[in-house]
């Protein structure tokens, strides 16, 4: 009789699958019980709240605005939620949300430029943004070298259009610049008068103000206080006659 031969017994898998299940079963009990403590815990909320930039918009404000608060869920805020309803408000060009967990949410502020000033009637100043916009502003926030708006209606297209060419304008070159004026003809709807801390005279038009501001400067910096225009041709015209030229006169005629 031929030896027979012994069938090799299948190793048992069940057990290990069984097993293995229920090793995955306690791994996802574990990870959801970390979960649920976790958002319970302080750790998953908004600890501080930090704005930096903001010179016309307030704490409250910006807070108001944004909807944030302490103790609302750190991973339930949205950055471009924030972005977008700071950024409704008029004074407001930019806005970075910057998370740092846990618990900290920074937001920098960046807002348009001030270009210029207005007097109210009741004699306060409102600053002049390079937008257009209008914002309330404290003695202290006033910053001297701007030009001061008087005469403008509220409606007025080109006010916006002025605000926008100062802001392309470098600083420098506009501080000398102390009110202006609008004083349109049909020839020339955007036209302007603006006075300078130097006691010259300036006429000019919105549109122009931008490609003739380097002429302007040169007469101000090498020219005795007189009438500038700066429209289709430039020229200027001292307000006192030279004293050289009028002595040369006299002695010419004895």
């Known amino acids: 009789m031929p030896n027979a031969q012994i069938p090799v017994l299948k190793k048992n898998k069940t057990k ?6 229920i090793a995955v079963l306690l791994i996802l009990l574990f990870i959801v019980l970390l979960a649920v403590l976790f958002f319970r815990s302080s750790l998953s909320r908004v600890s501080e709240i930090r704005f930096d930039g903001n010179v016309f918009s307030t704490r409250e404000q910006l807070l108001n605005r944004s909807g944030l608060a302490i103790g609302d869920q750190y991973f339930g805020v949205s950055s471009s939620d924030i972005s977008e309803k700071l950024r409704e408000i008029q004074s407001i060009q930019q806005v970075t949300v910057d998370k740092q967990f846990p618990g900290i949410i920074s937001v920098h ?23 257009g916009s209008s914002v309330g502003v404290s003695s202290s926030g006033i910053a001297v070298e701007k030009p001061i708006l008087t005469k ?12 926008d060419a100062l ?14 004026i609008p004083a349109p003809i049909p020839s020339f709807p955007d036209r302007i008068r603006m006075y300078t801390r130097s006691q010259f005279e300036v006429i000019t038009t919105v549109s122009l103000l931008n490609s003739k ?15 500038i225009t700066m429209l289709a041709a430039d020229s200027y ?9 009028e002595g040369q006169e006299k002695d010419t005629t004895q």
């Not at 290990?16 to 299940?21: A, E, L, P, V």
């Not at 403008?152 to 605000?163: F, I």
Request: charged share 30%; hydrophobic share 35%; glycine share 4%.
């Open 16 to 21: 290990k699958r069984t097993s293995r299940k």
């Open 109 to 131: 502020i960046k807002e348009f430029a001030t270009v210029a000033y207005e007097l109210q009637s009741d004699g306060s100043l409102r600053a002049i943004l390079a937008n």
């Open 152 to 163: 403008w209606k509220s409606d007025d297209p080109y006010k916006a259009k002025l605000c």
């Open 167 to 180: 802001s392309r304008i470098p600083g420098e070159w506009t501080a000398d610049i102390s009110e202006i």
């Open 213 to 227: 501001i380097s002429y302007l400067n040169q007469v101000l910096e090498t020219e005795e206080p007189g009438l």
């Open 237 to 245: 015209v001292p307000f006192k006659p030279d004293t050289n030229e």
